[in-house]
């Protein structure tokens, strides 16, 4: 009897499990561009114009490998809309009378496909190095479940970067060398481009039409769209990007979108490329002698260790976890993170870096727009769907525990041990972002006051029940602590003036 083999936008891989478990000569490959999964938020134009071209580019190798593939075009007129309505379709098509789907890594497409009218099997996503039991495993009595020693058994587990039982270099984290402020006259060359081909030009034109109204720009659009390119992208940072990484990768500075970093991560996420391929490729790297340990390593960290992690903790933690709010922060997002007027140049700088590019590497995300939602109180469902809207790699698994978890302390101290909230100091040690601001980031009070000072108080002051006992914020408060009662004061009012602003939709 005949199935429908289900493959969806970011599992575009032909080791795909539900591939492997599927018949060419009776099953048919299902995919379909569908109007509910682009706009479910509203995702980034460069976002959907990556899935949508990739998905046709794969289902075309599908084809030419043997599968008969039923694909659904967006402006296709019987398009029924979603996932679950043209799984119906084609089964009423075809005779088929059940449904081979690989997990989806979100619990919302979950939840739709276990309750679909048609018999749906999900199998696991072997795609990732560390499954859900063996997660799970890992997580089992432990009081606190910290991202570094999940690392070291998965470096462990792959093998990478080890020399016998020992870490390569005598010790696991090189992250204290990573922290380097980049010189104005940085060489950096920045991820491959990638000109669309005929394909990609006629979704673009799609796209521009139905998504119109996104945030965002749509062209230039240069991603890669194809297995072959992203492993010629996976090159193109090896040779010329990984062995400044490490040094850098925290570094931000306005002409550089990209500095060193991969920007591969869009590519690993939707399926064409896999981590263990990548991360053997930096380690190769490694031993070569083309790139140094700390750059090597602090990419490998953050694959099969922060990405796996992160992955293991969302499914850990069930459907619920995205809607976390132990903060009981509910203020509205600014018109700033939609491209609205701000005296912030850091925040105009990464909003602006990320509608052209639908991309801000991981300190923009968490020390800039991140920080500044979570002392400004910003509503962290807000924030989770503004991340998962922009950014071309985000999907739920791992968008929502980097920022429920890491960047909004929404999940209550799951992931980090403490709340990533910082002062202007912070931005401009790491920066050129304060030179030419409307801001003075020396300035801690008063008219001009960059506003990360005066809220980053503000936010410690009225969670002090919660964070003051953390022995790792325990000298911020102490700081507190011995400031002159009037200087709180004022600190306390300027920052409250700025939520007020904010409130009343004004510019700050």
């Not at 432990?142 to 058994?153: G, H, I, N, S, T």
Request: aromatic share 10%.
């Amino acid at each position: 009897m005949s199935r429908l083999i289900l493959v969806l936008g970011d599992q575009l891989s032909e080791k795909l499990s539900a591939l492997r478990e599927g018949d060419r000569t009776t099953d048919t490959v299902v995919m379909a561009e569908v109007k509910d999964e682009a706009t479910y938020v509203r995702h980034h134009p460069k976002k959907i114009a990556l899935i949508f071209s990739a998905m046709r580019k794969f289902a075309s190798v599908l084809e030419d490998d043997g599968w008969l593939v039923a694909y659904t075009q967006l402006d296709d007129t019987e398009n029924a809309g979603s996932i679950v309505g043209e799984l119906l379709r084609r089964a009423e098509q075809t005779g088929a009378a059940e449904v081979i789907c690989t997990e989806p890594g979100e619990w919302r497409l979950i939840n739709k496909l276990t309750h679909a009218p048609i018999k749906t099997t999900l199998l696991p996503d072997d795609r990732f190095i560390a499954s859900h039991g063996e997660f799970e495993a890992w997580a089992d009595g432990r009081k606190a479940l910290r991202m570094e020693y999940f690392y070291r058994d998965m470096r462990r587990k792959t093998g990478l970067l080890m020399e016998g039982d020992e870490p390569a270099g005598g010790q696991w984290n090189f992250d204290h060398d990573n922290r380097k402020r980049a010189p104005a006259d940085i060489d950096a060359k920045g991820p491959l481009r990638f000109e669309p081909d005929n394909i990609t030009g006629d979704v673009l034109a799609l796209v521009e039409t139905q998504f119109d109204t996104h945030f965002g720009e749509l062209r230039p659009f240069w991603f890669a769209t194809t297995r072959a390119q992203a492993l010629e992208a996976l090159d193109h940072f090896i040779k010329h990007s990984l062995p400044g990484f490490g040094d850098y990768q925290d570094a931000m500075l306005h002409d550089e979108a990209f500095l060193f970093h991969a920007i591969i991560s869009p590519y690993l996420n939707i399926g064409l490329l896999g981590p263990l391929e990548v991360c053997q490729a930096a380690e190769k790297a490694y031993t070569d002698g083309i790139a140094p340990i700390n750059a090597v390593e602090g990419f490998i960290r953050q694959i099969i260790g922060w990405r796996e992690y992160v992955r293991g903790i969302y499914f850990l933690e069930g459907p619920e976890y995205a809607k976390r709010n132990v903060l009981k922060q509910t203020r509205d997002l600014p018109a700033m993170y939609w491209g609205g007027e701000t005296g912030m140049a850091c925040m105009k700088a990464a909003v602006s870096q990320t509608a052209q590019h639908a991309y801000a590497h991981h300190i923009q995300r968490l020390m800039v727009t991140g920080n500044f939602a979570l002392i400004a109180g910003i509503d962290p469902a807000q924030v989770s769907d503004w991340y998962l809207e922009v950014y071309a790699d985000a999907f739920e698994w791992v968008e929502a525990p980097n920022v429920v978890g890491m960047s909004q302390f929404a999940d209550g101290g799951v992931i980090a041990s403490k709340p990533y909230v910082s002062s202007g100091a912070y931005i401009n040690r790491m920066s050129d972002y304060c030179k030419g601001c409307a801001y003075k980031v020396s300035q801690k009070t008063g008219e001009g006051a960059c506003p990360f000072n005066t809220l980053y108080w503000h936010f410690l002051d009225r969670h002090r029940d919660r964070f003051s006992g953390n022995p790792r914020m325990g000298n911020m408060y102490r700081t507190w602590e011995r400031m002159d009662e009037d200087k709180r004061k004022t600190v306390l009012q300027d920052a409250e003036a700025v939520l007020a602003k904010l409130d009343a939709g004004e510019v700050v």
